[in-house]
């Protein structure tokens, strides 16, 4: 099987962080109330980075003459009525997933310089991403401790 195009990698990780779990969450909010909105904050505000990334690969890609399928969600309509505590490890969990997938696309971009670029930029994000939803986990559990 032939390697893949660095815009058919890109677009593959454009369509891991444009329907991830953080994006689907800030389209519902089934888990918020209102001791969630410092929280609920926070994710939305990470979901705004990940679509500001997601939109420069989607103009890259479209310069580059690559029609992207946007596809749709995973089946993530179970997670409308859960704690936040569950929630945050679903988050993170998929993260980490996205995370790696962006790992293996790096050295397969390193021959396009802007392509490779943008996916950094993604990996750079993702992985503040994921260390923020950790924090928010961490400092969850350390209330729910003291409580």
């Given at each position: 099987?032939?390697?893949?195009?660095?815009?058919?990698?890109?677009?593959?990780?454009?369509?891991?962080?444009?329907?991830?779990l953080?994006q689907?969450?800030?389209e519902c909010?089934?888990?918020s109330?209102?001791?969630?909105e410092?929280?609920?904050?926070?994710v939305t505000?990470?979901?705004?980075?990940?679509e500001?990334?997601v939109?420069?690969?989607?103009d890259?890609l479209?310069r580059?003459?690559?029609?992207v399928d946007?596809g749709?969600y995973p089946?993530?309509?179970s997670?409308h009525?859960v704690?936040?505590?569950?929630?945050?490890k679903?988050?993170?969990?998929d993260e980490?997933?996205?995370?790696?997938a962006?790992?293996?696309a790096l050295p397969?971009?390193?021959?396009?310089l802007?392509a490779s670029a943008?996916a950094?930029?993604?990996?750079n994000l993702?992985?503040?991403?994921?260390?923020?939803?950790?924090?928010l986990?961490s400092?969850?559990k350390t209330r729910?401790?003291v409580s």
């Amino acid at each position: 099987m032939p390697d893949a195009s660095p815009n058919d990698l890109l677009a593959d990780l454009l369509i891991l962080a444009h329907r991830s779990l953080l994006q689907y969450t800030t389209e519902c909010f089934p888990w918020s109330d209102t001791d969630d909105e410092a929280e609920q904050a926070a994710v939305t505000e990470m979901a705004r980075a990940e679509e500001e990334v997601v939109a420069r690969i989607a103009d890259w890609l479209d310069r580059h003459g690559t029609i992207v399928d946007w596809g749709t969600y995973p089946d993530w309509t179970s997670l409308h009525f859960v704690s936040l505590e569950y929630l945050l490890k679903k988050l993170i969990a998929d993260e980490e997933q996205l995370v790696a997938a962006v790992d293996r696309a790096l050295p397969a971009l390193k021959a396009d310089l802007e392509a490779s670029a943008l996916a950094q930029d993604l990996s750079n994000l993702e992985r503040h991403n994921l260390a923020r939803l950790r924090e928010l986990a961490s400092a969850r559990k350390t209330r729910a401790v003291v409580s």
